[in-house]
């Protein structure tokens, strides 16, 4: 089943003194997300990436377009109840302690008042705080309260779940926390669709992810899809450091490093090249075919447009 149905959702907002300037910050977007998918929307600063989710959630109104969440609208009460979201930069009361604030969000998402106390106990325990519970916000570092966010976001347990920049502001290790948690949302066949300018969370970890750019559209499939279409070369690695003449001739530009050598060539001069490394006697280690990582992709997908996005916006 479809979990989120984007139709055509498009917002300008109208800025300056009199608010007479429109800029565009979402063309119309359609795209679906499958119920179970972890789908990352990728893009740089200011591509729309929180306008969109901001739209979904509800809490800025479309200048055309609608979406439906679990094939209800955006506005339905019944929908709020079923997803689950952490805005970019969460800002919380200073002065609760992670425990008092997620029973309270527990009460505003309908858990009922004796069950509170235990699921926010549950929900810490989950991200890491169950040592923090009592401490109040303000002493928690950014990634503690990332944590809190996300705990905040799955503690009603929701069918759907939206993180907008969740490992922003965190380091390597609370980025692989924040990775495994998500994954595990998964396992538990929940939906997580999140956003992100970092493209290799999203490549260990998404199903399928979209490329947004200046409010448009640019790409949208899985990782696989998007990054295999590359260039039909191969990787060759064998113990050097010599390099046969006829393996150049073939156009392999070689890297020494140590005593092993790499170098890639076109798939269809392959078999040519493994014949003159065992000519030359020289130990063949890996041949891989050389896939174009995410980030080649959405360099590729932002250039178009790229005079655009140097200028004003
Ligand atoms: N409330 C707003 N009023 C005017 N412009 C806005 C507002 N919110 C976002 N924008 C503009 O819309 C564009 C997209 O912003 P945003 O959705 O926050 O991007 P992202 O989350 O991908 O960084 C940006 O150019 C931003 O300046
Ligand atoms: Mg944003």
């Not at 377009?65 to 339905?76: P, V």
């Not at 997580?192 to 790409?219: K, N, P, Q, Y």
Request: hydrophobic letters at 40%; charged letters at 25%; proline letters at 5%.
């Amino acid at each position: 089943m479809t979990a989120i149905e984007i139709l055509g959702l498009e917002k300008t907002y109208n800025v300056g003194f009199w608010r007479k300037r429109p800029k565009c910050a979402l063309r119309p977007l359609h795209m679906q997300v499958e119920e179970g998918e972890i789908f990352g929307f990728l893009g740089p600063n200011g591509a729309g990436k929180t306008t969109t989710l901001k739209l979904l959630m509800g809490l800025v109104f479309p200048t055309s377009g609608s979406a439906r969440i679990l094939g209800m609208e955006t506005h339905d009460p019944r929908m709020r109840a079923q997803i689950g979201f952490l805005p970019e930069q969460p800002y919380f009361y200073d002065y609760l302690t992670a425990r008092e604030l997620l029973e309270y969000y527990a009460g505003l998402s309908g858990v009922p008042a004796k069950e509170r106390s235990r699921r926010s106990q549950e929900m810490l325990e989950r991200v890491g705080l169950h040592d923090a519970g009592g401490l109040q916000l303000r002493k928690f570092s950014k990634g503690m309260l990332q944590r809190v966010g996300i705990a905040q976001a799955i503690l009603h347990e929701p069918k759907v779940v939206f993180f907008d920049e969740p490992m922003s502001g965190l380091d390597p290790m609370g980025r692989r926390e924040v990775r495994d948690l998500m994954d595990q949302l998964r396992q538990e066949g929940k939906t997580v669709f999140f956003s992100t300018h970092i493209l290799s969370d999203a490549e260990a970890l998404c199903d399928r992810v979209a490329i947004i750019h200046l409010g448009e559209l640019r790409g949208i499939g899985s990782v696989a899809d998007l990054t295999s279409s590359a260039q039909n070369r191969v990787e060759l690695i064998w113990q050097g450091p010599s390099v046969p003449s006829s393996l150049r001739a073939l156009g392999a530009e070689p890297h020494i490093a140590g005593s092993t050598v790499r170098a890639t060539l076109l798939e269809a001069n392959q078999d040519a090249a493994i014949e003159a490394l065992r000519r030359e006697r020289l130990r063949l280690i890996s041949v891989v075919p050389v896939r174009a990582s995410l980030e080649d992709y959405f360099v590729q997908k932002l250039k178009p447009t790229e005079a655009v996005a140097g200028g004003r916006q």
